[in-house]
Nanobody, 114 residues
Framework: HVQLVESGGGSVQAGGSLTLSCVAS????????MGWFRQVPDREREGVAG???????SYADSVKGRFTISRDNARNTLYLQLNSLKTEDTAMYYC?????????WGQGTQVTVS
């Protein structure tokens, strides 16, 4: 059973930056794909960025060139660097991992851009 704990959210002004972290426990995440998602009230959760076990990455069009996903397998940690933040990036951000049988989610960390 994988447990994910996000941190690093906060309130920033437009144009600012944040770094989100997601620490995993209960399993080694290096073998699994992982991703960041975000959700605002009354809207569906949307994918933001993903990273495969081989390090390949993918991004939503809305964040390409501004966000960077990375992982430190030795620390069992997933990161999301958020640069050039816009007000529309305001959301609860969640990390998730798929171990091939189950999908696990963290509790989320709030990002507010004003």
């Amino acid at each position: 059973h994988v447990q994910l704990v996000e941190s690093g959210g906060g309130s920033v002004q437009a144009g600012g930056s944040l770094t989100l972290s997601c620490v995993a426990s209960g399993d080694t995440i290096g073998r699994y794909c992982m991703g960041w998602f975000r959700q605002v009230p009354d809207r569906e959760r949307e994918g933001v960025a993903g990273i495969e076990s081989d390090g390949s990455t993918s991004y939503a069009d809305s964040v390409k060139g501004r966000f960077t996903i990375s992982r430190d397998n030795a620390r069992n940690t997933l990161y999301l660097q958020l640069n050039s933040l816009k007000t529309e990036d305001t959301a609860m951000y969640y990390c998730a991992t798929d171990n091939g049988g189950d999908v696990y989610w963290g509790q989320g960390t709030q990002v507010t851009v004003s």
